[in-house]
Structure formats: C-alpha cells, structure tokens
C-alpha cells in the first residue's frame, strides 16, 4: 500500500487513513456529493507538483520556474472545455473548492451589495447561494426563491416573477439537494429578460452533463461553476467555466481577489480526471447512476417512505421525515452510520425543524455506482435502508434546546447493541466487499 513511508514516519496518521480505508471499503457511502477517485488521481493529487508556488496565470506568474505546472495547467483548461463541449468557453481551474469558485465570481463580477437571487438552502441551494450565515448574504443582496409548495419542484413562472421584481445582477440555477432535473435555459432565459447575468453551479450533477444524462448549461449560460470531487471523480478542487466576455473579471476574481497560490498538484489531478472523464467506461456510470437512483427511489417508495418532490431525475433523493415527526433526520443519520451506511441530514423545503435537526436525510447513488454496483444492489439497499427507518424514527427531537444534543448521544449509545444494526451492518459488509473501492 502506498501507505509504507507514512506509517515508518508517522505511523498514528497512517493508523487512522487505513482505518478509513476500512471504513470506505466495508461501508455504503451514499452522501451525494461524494465518489471514488482513481489511483491516477490520487497519485497526481499526492505529487511533488504539491511544492510549487505559481501565483497568477500561465505565462504570466509571480514566481519563476513555472514551466512544468504552466503546461499542466494549461492542459487542464483544455481537457475541461473539451469534455463539457464548450470550446468557446475560458474555464479557470484555480479554485480551491465549491464555495471559494462560487465567492470569486461574485466577487469577479459584482459589485459589494449588488442583488442575486438564488434558491434557498433548506430548499435545495447552498450554502454560498446566498444563506444568511455566509459571506455571499453578508456582502451582497440576496433574493430568493423557493420550489413549489405542492409539486416541491422548480416554478419557473414564480421564478420569472420575482426576477422582474426585483432586477437581480445574478441569477444563480444548479443546487445542493434538488432531485429533479433542472432546465438550464430557462434560467439563462429568465436572467436575460431582466439583464441578468445567467450562473450555474453545476457541482452535484457535473457527470451527468458530461454522461449526457443531465441537459447541459453550455453553450449559453454565461458563468458556469463546478467542483471536481463529486461526481466527476477528480481531486478536491473546482473549475469556473466563464463567456469570453468575462474571462478578465473571472480570474481576477479567483486571484488575487479570493485567492493566493493556485493548487497545482490538485490541477494536475483535475486534468487526469477529465481525462478519465472522457471514456465511454464514465458515460456509463453517469447512466448508472441514473438506473441506480430509480432503482432506489422505487424500493424506499414501495417500502412506505415519502421522497421530496416524489422521486428523482438525478443522483440523489430525499427523504421526508415529516410524517414521521420533525427534526428526526439526525436519529436516521446516526442510525445508519452505526450500520456502515453514510448518508446526511438535511432540511427539506418548508422544514418546521431548525437546520441541524431537520426532517430530512439526503441519500445518493454516485459512490455505490462506482464501486460497479447496479439496480440489483440498490435494492436491496433500499430495503435495509427503510428497515432503519422504521425501526428508528420514533426517536423523538426534544422541544427544549437544551436537551437535544444529550437526546442524540443517549440515542447513539443505544445502536451499538441493537441487532437490528449488527444486522444490516453484516449484510452491508457483505454486499460491499465485492465491489471493489476504485483508488484503493
Ligand atoms: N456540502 C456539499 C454537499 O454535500 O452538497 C456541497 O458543497
């Protein structure tokens, strides 16, 4: 295992990576955001190209000796505006991650206290889109919009509304939990009806666009973002994919408005990842992944749980807790982990419990997918999910905020002994290990 030097030098690190190998391996993860990348990757990710500084642009950096990440770099733009086909596009690939991508174009592009409206984040957005706790609200006007009350999807009339309204200069589509596909142009549409400037972030769904399973934002959205370590596979990291007529704001956005020193070791492992990117063996798993969720959906459906939106068109699906009682997502969350299936809490659209207690759990099929599991596997998936559904959504939140985090850990305590846990923790373990993790 590549391994050998860490644990001769730093054997308590090493100790704890190989337990999260095992943890990765024996487990389900079905966080949506998550996947597996390749060894290539991870090679290039762990490189010596960890040791240059390269500030600014190729051609034109603030330290010498850039010859070698000038040309990775470059080949990274070039492999990111080929397999999204927006060859006309400029794409900086500098950002760190998500949020610092999604700050630098407002920064690139806005001016401080300018409006954007983007959706809510107990409604599918996030964090960056504009949630009060986070700089994008605390520097700039945001308004939102919600998903349909009774359809809990999109309302591009509603939508359109409140863009004339209130006259954003950015209007943000692409979202953190939203499981139904999302029309691209009508956003880009919408935006330009009001002299709006048309942004998707792409992050969650970036496979599926490069799978031609999702529609694609480009060739007419004008600032498209991503990150690089959910579905793509790559390295953590994020790509800004910006019309020409923006070029100069955008990286100047990145740097030096939000940035310093570009990762290039991360863009290195960017550029593999396109690369792998583009083979039919990816195509597949973006179809999958599809096939996958479905398949899911239909068995947690069947099994007598309530899903947001009443299914899925993507990656993920979410299940609404609600009718159980609110503020239990925690409880499942927990519950599952005990059982080696990680998933996350998360709020649903109209939540009556606050965000860290909220009634919803957010479930994806991108990991499981590429471990080369399929609907057969998704099923039976499915069925011990909702077994831990049913077995432990009686747990109630209590009112009093002061008791809620002691109720949790008296909860946890309890699941070790259950034998429903040791249960599905064992059929899990058995499912998993005959799928091999890719990169280990
Ligand atoms: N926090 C990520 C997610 O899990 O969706 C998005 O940044």
């Not at 799978?211 to 790509?239: C, E, I, N, Q, W």
């Not at 609600?322 to 659209?349: D, T, W, Y």
């Amino acid at each position: 295992m590549h391994t050998t030097i860490l644990q001769k030098e730093d054997p308590e690190i090493a100790a704890l990576i190989e337990k999260e190998a095992v943890r990765q391996n024996e487990g389900f993860e079905m966080i949506p955001s998550e996947s597996y990348a390749s060894e290539a990757v991870l090679e290039a990710n762990g490189s010596i190209l960890n040791n240059k500084y390269a500030e600014n642009y190729p051609g034109r950096r603030y330290y010498g000796g850039c010859v070698n990440v000038d040309a990775i770099e470059r080949l990274c733009q070039k492999r990111a505006r080929e397999v999204f086909h927006a060859e006309d596009y400029h794409v900086n690939v500098q950002p760190y991650s998500g949020s610092p991508a999604n700050l630098a174009v407002y920064i690139g592009l806005l001016q401080l206290g300018d409006t954007i409206m983007a959706l809510r984040l107990d409604h599918g957005g996030h964090l960056t889109h504009g949630n009060p706790m986070n700089l994008s609200a605390k520097a700039f006007k945001i308004v939102p919009y919600e998903v349909d009350a009774k359809s809990e999807t999109l309302d591009y009339d509603a939508i359109a509304k409140i863009a004339a309204e209130h006259k954003p200069k950015l209007i943000i589509s692409g979202f953190t939990s939203y499981p139904r596909v999302i029309d691209f142009k009508k956003f880009h549409d919408i935006a330009k009806s009001v002299g709006a400037i048309s942004m998707a972030d792409i992050s969650h769904i970036s496979a599926l666009v490069i799978g031609g399973v999702h529609p694609s934002p480009f060739p007419f959205t004008d600032v498209v973002t991503t990150t690089t370590h959910k579905t793509l596979r790559g390295p953590r990291g994020a790509m800004i994919f910006c019309k020409q007529g923006y070029k100069e704001q955008i990286d100047k956005g990145v740097f030096p408005g939000m940035q310093g020193g570009p990762h290039e070791h991360t863009i290195a492992a960017i550029a593999v990842a396109l690369k792998e990117a583009k083979t039919p063996t990816f195509k597949a798993y973006a179809e999958q992944i599809i096939k996958n969720s479905h398949a899911l959906a239909e068995t947690l459906i069947s099994e007598g749980l309530k899903l947001i939106s009443g299914g899925t068109d993507n990656h993920l699906l979410m299940v609404d807790m609600r009718p159980f009682g609110p503020g239990r997502g925690i409880f499942i969350e927990k519950a599952l982990e005990a059982a080696e299936i990680s998933v996350n809490k998360q709020p649903i659209p109209n939540d009556p419990a606050p965000p860290y207690y909220p009634s919803g759990v957010r479930i994806g099929t991108p990991v499981l997918t590429a471990r080369g599991m399929k609907e057969d596997e998704m099923r039976k998936a499915g069925k011990l999910i909702a077994k831990i559904f049913h077995a432990f959504s009686a747990a109630e939140l209590p009112e009093d905020k002061t008791l809620r985090a002691q109720a949790v850990k008296d909860f946890v305590a309890t699941l070790d002994a259950h034998p429903l846990i040791a249960e599905v923790k064992q059929q899990v373990k058995d499912i998993a290990l005959q799928f091999p993790v890719p990169g280990m």
